[in-house]
């Protein structure tokens, strides 16, 4: 089971994500730093998600810092997750919730174009933060 704790026992060796570099984010192209202890070396492959979607690229950068690029998306309040391990069966998980939130999308302008009757009518809409 995935979930997320408020307190719980912690032991050396797990990895644990205390930070994010960035709480809410652009719905495309952004980049974030999960930052906490034993983030693992090198020989580990780290795989992080912005709530249950895979980060489209994990790097491990130090035993405390692992870059993620974001996928697209559109959500609030979402857990950030770090999986390290040389594959999935060895890998161990840490969970910071509730932490990310994406830009939400805003219209700045919107137009019609007339056409000819019985056409199908067209409509634009301009703006920023849609994800796909």
């Known amino acids: 089971r995935n ?4 307190s719980a026992v912690s032991y050396d060796e797990w990895p644990l994500i205390n930070f994010i570099s960035l709480s809410n984010g652009p719905t495309r192209f952004g980049s974030a730093t999960l ?5 693992g070396s090198r020989l580990l492959t780290p795989s992080a998600r912005i709530g249950y979607t895979p980060c489209e690229k994990s790097t491990w950068l130090s035993s405390s810092s ?3 690029l974001l996928a697209s998306g559109v959500d609030t309040n979402l857990p950030v997750s ?6 999935q069966s060895s890998w161990i998980k840490s969970t910071l919730c509730n932490v990310f939130t994406y830009d939400s999308s805003s ?4 137009r019609r174009n007339n056409g000819p009757g019985g056409s199908t009518p067209f409509l634009a809409a301009l703006g920023t933060g849609f994800a796909w």
């Not at 979930?3 to 408020?6: D, E, I, L, P």
């Not at 930052?35 to 983030?39: T, V």
């Not at 770090?82 to 594959?87: A, D, F, K, Y």
Request: aromatic content about 0%; some cysteine.
């Open 35 to 39: 930052q906490g202890l034993n983030l």
């Open 107 to 110: 219209i700045s302008m919107t």
């Open 66 to 68: 692992v870059g993620c």
């Open 3 to 6: 979930g997320c704790a408020t």
């Open 82 to 87: 770090l999986s390290l391990g040389r594959n």
